[in-house]
Structure formats: C-alpha cells, structure tokens
C-alpha cells in the first residue's frame, strides 16, 4: 500500500502507483485543471508521473514560483526543437532554465541571424499550437548510447560518458523532438502558452572550456502571461538605459581597457563617489566600535595552504615566483589575514568581541566572459570585516550587523531588502558536528532578530553557513550585496585562540560580513539605480555656476572660491555659449544644482538657483545660499 500525505495532513492510500495527477482529481477537478507540476518529497515530479512508495505531495500551479523554472525548461526544449525543424543539420547540448528565461547551446557550421531568431520564434509557437504531449521516457544507458551515435549527437554521447554504465537515463519527448533530460515538464506543449520571447544570440564554448567547440547560444524568455513578459522588456529596455558602462562614459567617471582586463581606471569624478562612499562607510564603522587594519596584498601560499583557500580558489588566484622558488599570490580574500593580526598577543574573553574591518583590494582571475564592466572584474576592493567573538555572542553580534546593514542600505536609497540562508555546500571544510553547529547558531540568530528569510540550499562558503542580503533597485532589479557568515573552521585552522572565563584556550568564532560587497560593484549599482543622477551627497559636481556674460566672470569666481571653501565640489562654467545651452548640458551630466549668475546677480549679490529636474529658479542672498548647501551637502549620517 501508498501512503500520500498532502499539504493538509490528509493521507491518501493506494493499492498501485499513482501519478499525482490521478490524485488531483480526486481531491479537485478545478485544481486539476490548474494543476501544472507536482512536488513530492520536496522534489518537482511529472504530473503524469508514476508515485511508487510512501511520501508527501504537493500540487503546483502557476501561483507557485517553482513552475516558472518548468515553463522556462519547457521553452528551451519547444525552441531546440525549432530549430531542428528549421535547421535539421544542427546539433543540440544542453538547454537550461536560467534565473530570467533560458537558453539553449547549438553547434552548427553556419551563424544564426536575427532574421533566423524571428522564424524560430515563429516555429515555437506553432509548437505550443500543436499541442504535443511531453512524455518521460527511462532507458538504459546502452540504448541511450546507441540513439545518440545513431543521429550522430556526439555532445550528448559525451554527456552520456559521465554516467557510470548501469546507471537509468531519463529522456522527454515531444512530437519528433527527443533530449536527454533529468525534468521535470508540463504535460504538454500548450501548457507553455505563448508569452515568450527570443532575446538574443551569443557565443559559448562546450562545457565553458575555450579549447573546446564554439557554440551559439540563443537566450530567450517566457512568463505565464502578456502582461509579466511585456514588464520584464520594459525592465530590460529601461536597464539598458540605465548601463553604468554608458552612463559612466558620458559623465567621464571610469574607464577599461584591454591593457588592464578586469581593473578600473577611476577618473577624478568617479574616484570622487568612490572616496565619498568609503568616507561613509569609514564613519559608520568607527561609530560601530570597529578597527580598521591594513593587510598585505601579496602572501606566500602555504598560508592559503593552511587556511583551505589554496585548494579551493588557486585556479582563480593571480601567482608569482618568489625567492628560493617560492610561490606567492594576490590576495583573492582578506580572512587569513585579519586572523593573523587576531594571534598577535594573548586574548582574553573580556577582548571579546573584536571588529576588524579592511578596505581590501583582492584580485581573483575572473575569466574574461564572466567581466562585466564595474560590476564584475578581477581587482576589487571589499569593504571587509571579521568579527571574533564567543559563541554567545553570536546572536548579539548578528542583529547588530543586521541593524547597521539596514541603516547603510536606507542612507543609499534602498528599502526594499530579501534575505537568503544558505546552508552547507557539497565541497565545504570542517565536519558535520561543526556545521550542523554553526547553522544552527545562525539561524537562532536570524529568528531572534525576526528577519524573514529564504532558504538558499547548497549556497554557502566553504568553511560556514551565510545569509545573502538581497536589495532591489529602483526598476525592480535584485542584487546580491551584503553577506553575514558563520565561521567556526578557520579560526582552528589558524591557530586562533583566546582564554576563556575558566582558564582554557578556545577558539573564537569569526564572522564574515560585508555590506556593500565590493565598492567598484556598488557605485555601478548606484549608477544604474540613480540613472547617473547621483544624490546631492554623492554627486561628483555637486554645483555648477554658469555665467549668461562675461561681465559676471569676477563673481563667479567669488562664488567659486566661496563653495571650495565650505567644502562644495563644484565647477565654473565660463564660456562664450548660451545660458540655455550651457544649462541644457550640465543637466544631461547629472549636475544637481545650477547657479545662473548675471549683472543683476552680481549687483545684488545673489545667485538664481536651479536643481535638476525642476524648470523652476529661485533667488537668493549668497550668503542664504552657502548656508543651505553646507547642509545639504552632508552625508546622511551627518544629518
């Protein structure tokens, strides 16, 4: 007999296997209806998929957010098949969901065009038209072999070579369409709908290795309605717009370069966000009883040995030769390093805890697909902190953390914040014991500080659990920034100990955190999250005079000496142009406030104010106006 559970504790009992669809209908002919997916046991399942033995089942619908996954997957299958029918000679690999659409790899001697993406895209929804049933399918792995070498699909044969021989493959099949596949699939076609759409092409090698076959990918989306896929363009239309590589071109903040793959040449106004956010964040730090340290950039690798680090991370460390044939490296990371000034004196319990924080420049050997402007690149600077403290300090420690993350997020615009907990990953340092420890301490401390989470299974570091702080931009955007994580691992690898209140040596626990990740990510989240237009704070000119003759030069220099002084960053714009022109540029570049200074203005000793976005001018004393933006300039935790 099998025993069902459902979500309600209801228990279901069945002489023979069952499919959850046949269950559906018994408890609901509307939810059979709705019914796209099943989850049993946790795992997505075929609804038309036969259940053998005792376990829990939950019925999914388009409600559910795990069946957007499966429409996705459904999606990448319709437009392989697609592209068979319209490109016989073409040789399919793999063809994934992905966390905004999908995509599938292709091989084929020829290059897709956009003119090909339009009739692929016009073949798929005939597809979806057809309504052609998906079907699970179980072989062998010698037959699986066979069919394969038989149509001549040498990337599927060599994905077949990595399942050991008596292992059972699983096949989906759809009207003459047949991918090897683990699934799960709608039932068929038509449950897809037709609310999808081809985005692009580019190129890709087999299994992400450059000496392998080049590849096409073609990337598509699709939602379960118009109107969420019709959201999503307009959201990539208006990120498009907003690209911190464009926007930091036209405003002259940074540049890259081929000479330097992965670094950034920071321009002066550039460097000045850059100085104003670390100035901040130095502020915020000292006001929370942290010490800032400063740790070498260059470290031979029996430390990395030590730590864990080396045979985890080498393959993306930068290296070099040193004396006595010494192998040395770039720091990718700054925990071993905060821990060997930890070591340096005898600590006590009564130390405990102690902050240390670093604005860290690590380098990791990104590979150059993966480099995205300023937001993905190879030397970095973290705005880094490891707290050492007692177990029984972990709860404290973490809510205070949480607070401080919250406040710097709201000072930078940004109130809408997920959490993510991620638990222990495949390759991880440390035992079982220590882990199941060291998730459970973080996760007392999430509920403690009733800080609504998801869980994020397999996600985190090597050495601990962590939670992933996920904030969303102003078109809607997530961005993973801020990071807590629970070690108890290297502290022991490295010898870090302090005396607790009996007289013994322990070792603390060290938690990682960062806030704003790294500081070159950031001001490109802040770039595309402001359109360019920063905060009056952070804005590299934050005022700009423009004189309508020449006659007002003199002033104008006044009123330039004036604002240098009050610590205003501002420029003066002297040229021989029009007052509209000269206006029009400096609000394309962003500039929050514009100072138009005349022969009456001089006379009266007043400025005429205008502030971006607004077609309105105010007139003021100079004095009046230094004043008010002598305040307006602070930062946020200066207010």
């Known amino acids: 007999m099998i025993k069902i559970t459902l979500p309600s504790g209801e228990l279901k009992k069945y002489n023979n296997p069952v499919s959850p669809l046949d269950v559906v209908k018994e408890i609901s002919t509307s939810l059979s209806k709705e019914a796209l997916i099943a989850s049993v046991d946790d795992v997505l399942w075929d609804l038309e998929r036969l259940i053998e033995k005792d376990c829990s089942l939950k019925i999914l619908t388009k409600k559910d957010p795990e069946t957007l996954s ?10 392989a098949e697609a592209v068979l029918e319209l490109f016989p000679e073409t ?110 092409l580019a190129g890709s090698y087999w299994r992400g290795d450059s000496k392998r076959e080049t590849l096409q990918r073609i990337y598509g989306t699709a939602f379960f309605s118009d109107d969420d896929l019709n959201r999503h363009l307009n959201m990539i239309e208006e990120a498009e717009k907003r690209d ?22 920071w321009h002066p106004k550039g460097w000045s966000i850059y100085l104003e ?15 800032e340290v400063k740790t070498p950039q260059i470290i031979d690798r029996s430390l990395w040995e030590k730590s864990g680090h080396w045979d985890k991370f080498k393959e993306n460390m930068f290296m070099a030769k040193g004396e006595d044939n010494k192998t040395l490296a770039l720091k990718p990371m700054n ?98 014991l220590v882990w199941d420890k060291a998730e459970k301490a973080l996760m007392e401390a999430v509920e403690h500080a009733k800080i609504k989470y998801e869980l994020n299974p397999g996600e985190g570091a090597f050495y601990g659990p962590k939670l992933e702080f996920v904030l969303t931009d102003a078109i809607g955007r997530d961005w993973q920034c801020g990071t807590l994580q629970m070690d108890f691992v290297l502290p022991e690898r490295l010898g870090a100990t302090y005396i607790d209140e009996k007289g013994n040596r322990k070792h603390p626990v060290m938690l990682h955190r960062a806030v704003l990740g790294s500081l070159e990510r950031w001001i490109g989240i802040l770039v595309e999250q402001y359109s360019g237009r920063m905060p009056l704070w952070l804005a590299p000119v934050q005022v700009v005079i423009c004189t309508i003759t020449e006659k007002s030069s003199d002033y104008a220099h006044l009123i330039f000496n004036n604002l240098n002084k ?36 001089k006379d009266n000793e007043s400025v005429a104010i205008r502030h971006l976005g607004s077609n309105d001018q105010k007139i003021k004393k100079l004095n009046e106006f230094l004043e008010e933006i002598k305040i307006s300039i602070r930062p946020p935790d200066l207010n």
């Not at 905004?100 to 016009?122: A, H, M, Q, T, V």
């Not at 937001?375 to 420690?397: G, K, L, N």
């Not at 710097?408 to 440390?430: C, H, N, Q, W």
């Open 277 to 291: 956010i670390e100035s901040y964040m130095r502020r915020k730090l000292f006001s929370n009883n942290y010490q």
């Open 335 to 432: 925990c071993p390093g905060h821990v060997q000034i930890y070591k340096q004196g005898l600590k006590s319990y009564k130390d405990l805890p102690i902050r240390m924080a670093e604005f860290g420049s690590c380098h990791r050997n990104e590979p150059s697909g993966a480099l995205h402007g300023i937001m993905r690149v190879r030397q970095f600077t973290q705005d880094d902190a490891h707290i050492f403290c007692t177990e029984e300090q972990i709860t404290s420690e973490s809510l205070q953390f949480c607070d401080l993350l919250r406040e710097i997020y709201k000072d930078f615009g940004f109130s809408e914040l997920k959490v993510k907990f991620s638990d222990r990953p495949e390759i991880r340092a440390g035992n079982d």
């Open 91 to 200: 040789e399919i690999t793999i063809g994934p969901a992905i966390e905004d659409g999908f995509y599938y790899d292709f091989f084929r001697d020829e290059s897709f065009s956009i003119e090909d993406l339009k009739k692929i895209e016009k073949r798929m929804h005939k597809i979806v038209d057809r309504n052609e049933k998906i079907e699970r399918e179980v072989w062998n792995r010698k037959d699986a072999l066979k069919f394969f070498k038989e149509n001549k699909q040498k990337f599927k044969i060599e994905l077949l070579s990595d399942i050991s021989e008596n292992e059972e493959v699983t096949f989906y099949k759809q009207g003459d369409f047949i991918d090897l596949c683990r699934g799960p699939h709608f039932r068929t076609t038509k449950f897809m709908g037709h609310s999808f759409k081809l985005m692009k």
């Open 566 to 601: 009050i610590g205003v960053r501002c420029e003066i714009d002297i040229r021989n142009e029009k007052i509209g022109y000269k206006i029009r540029e400096h609000s394309v570049q962003g500039i929050p406030t514009i100072l138009v200074i005349g022969e009456k203005e």
């Open 70 to 79: 499966v429409l996705r997957h459904d999606a990448a299958h319709v437009m």
């Open 244 to 265: 911190h590589r464009k926007i930091g071109k036209q405003l002259n903040l940074f540049h890259l370069q081929e000479e330097a793959t992965g670094s950034v040449f």
